[in-house]
């Protein structure tokens, strides 16, 4: 295999894309996969002989016979959600990412508005807390005031009511790969949820009913026979969900930014925010949008969007935000986020290499070290410091 940086160097820049079974492309897949996750057991079994194991992948996608492996379903408690997530095996991982990267995001990526920051190469989650500090700096600027509303909108069990047949029509039109568009389908057909336990008229109008993934878990096993599936749901933590989560409200985003006009929006994933100076504005804006979500088979979450004043305390992406009188913004991190960080620096760091561990933390903390105080920093500074000593020690005692 010739080196993929020297060999992808310029194709991304000239939009053209390798096969999805293209073997520099499996190989970065495949390097992509391991990152993070290399001490994983099955990830390092198939790392000893990925070669063959890549080449066996690449003739099966050429030839439109690969089949994914039998998953595991587990419940993930994590940044104060509990979510029910599917672990796929590195083969179907290294497949889903070739099918993204090559293939999908390079098709849909050109109908994004600029403000949706999620699993954008070169914006994330930093990108989009950048863009609301712009967006509050220019609406002061224009105004020379700090009066004014800012709508937070937030879905209700998004992943799990992302309609199929709107998936698939969205990507239809976008997406030319025909080998990349036959496992797209495989993988949204195998997102869809077994519903043999519901009855002829729970099934009858299970699209209109909103699905819960949790609550699905409490279902038992034997009762889920095969004989019916409803076809919406996408598995979270599957990259093509990833893909599809960016894109599935794309007639959401066009119609404030293009139809309305709306300056200040952005979204990131199924959170986003509007900020104009009339709180009825907003009201009426809040109201279209629901009617374009319910066409799209999704919920507006009620209790959670709120449209709050700009001089008042709102959060917004795990960050407290203020804009006050003088054009300042006041921003905080969530404590919850440092407890919930500092109880996974204990459990990670006698299980993480060394330098995996220390990358991890301080990874985290350039992205955060801006929203916290003086003696947050410190706290979290000792903290890491402290589990490094008692790791060397268990290991010079072992």
């Known amino acids: 295999m010739v080196k993929t940086k020297h060999d992808a160097g310029g194709y991304d820049r000239t939009r053209c894309k390798h096969e999805i079974f293209n073997g520099n492309?499996?190989?970065?897949?495949?390097?992509?996969?391991?990152?993070?996750?290399?001490?994983?057991?099955?990830?390092?079994?198939?790392g000893m002989t990925y070669l063959l194991g890549l080449a066996k992948?690449?003739?099966?996608?050429?030839?439109?016979?690969?089949?994914?492996?039998?998953?595991t379903d587990f419940i993930l408690k994590e940044r104060g959600k509990t979510r029910a997530i599917r672990g796929e095996q590195v083969?179907?991982?290294?497949?889903?990412?070739?099918?993204?990267?090559e293939a999908l995001m390079p098709a849909i990526k050109k109908y994004l508005i600029y403000d949706n920051?999620?699993?954008?190469?070169?914006?994330?989650?930093?990108?989009?807390?950048?863009?609301?500090?712009?967006?509050?700096?220019?609406?002061?600027?224009?105004?020379?005031?700090?009066?004014?509303?800012?709508?937070?909108?937030?879905?209700?069990?998004?992943?799990?009511?992302?309609?199929?047949?709107?998936?698939?029509e969205l990507f239809d039109k976008r997406v030319e790969d025909e080998d990349a568009m036959w496992l797209f389908r495989k993988t949204v057909e195998q997102s869809q949820v077994d519903v043999s336990h519901l009855s002829d008229e729970e099934y009858a109008c299970c699209m209109d009913t909103m699905f819960n993934s949790l609550e699905y878990q409490e279902v038992p096993k034997e009762l889920l026979t095969g004989k019916r599936f409803m076809p919406k749901h996408m598995n979270i933590g599957d990259q093509a969900a990833q893909v599809v989560g960016i894109s599935y409200t794309i007639p959401i985003d066009n119609y404030i930014k293009i139809v309305k006009g709306v300056k200040f929006y952005a979204r990131y994933m199924d959170d986003s925010?509007?900020?104009?100076?009339?709180?009825?504005?907003?009201?009426?804006?809040?109201?279209?949008?629901?009617?374009?979500?319910?066409?799209?088979?999704?919920?507006?979450?009620?209790?959670k969007t709120r449209i709050c004043k700009l001089s008042d305390r709102w959060r917004f992406l795990q960050i407290q935000y203020s804009l006050t009188d003088t054009g300042r913004i006041v921003r905080k991190i969530n404590p919850k986020r440092l407890t919930a960080m500092r109880r996974k620096m204990k459990k990670l760091a006698s299980k993480l290499p060394e330098k995996e561990f220390e990358n991890f933390y301080r990874s985290w903390f350039r992205g955060c070290y801006k929203y916290m105080s003086k003696q947050q920093r410190e706290n979290m500074d000792h903290l890491f410091e402290k589990l490094k000593e008692e790791r060397d020690v268990h290991n010079h005692t072992v």
């Open 57 to 71: 992948m690449q003739r099966e996608l050429n030839e439109r016979t690969y089949e994914f492996l039998p998953s």
């Open 273 to 303: 925010y509007v900020i104009h100076e009339s709180k009825e504005y907003l009201e009426q804006l809040l109201d279209e949008v629901d009617e374009i979500a319910k066409g799209l088979g999704i919920t507006i979450n009620r209790k």
């Open 91 to 101: 083969q179907d991982r290294i497949a889903k990412h070739v099918m993204c990267d």
């Open 117 to 168: 920051g999620a699993s954008v190469v070169g914006k994330g989650i930093t990108f989009t807390r950048k863009r609301i500090l712009t967006h509050l700096r220019r609406y002061y600027s224009e105004r020379k005031s700090n009066e004014g509303y800012i709508l937070l909108i937030d879905f209700s069990k998004y992943y799990d009511n992302l309609r199929h047949n709107k998936i698939l």
């Open 25 to 46: 492309s499996l190989y970065e897949a495949y390097l992509k996969t391991q990152k993070g996750s290399s001490w994983k057991p099955q990830v390092q079994s198939f």
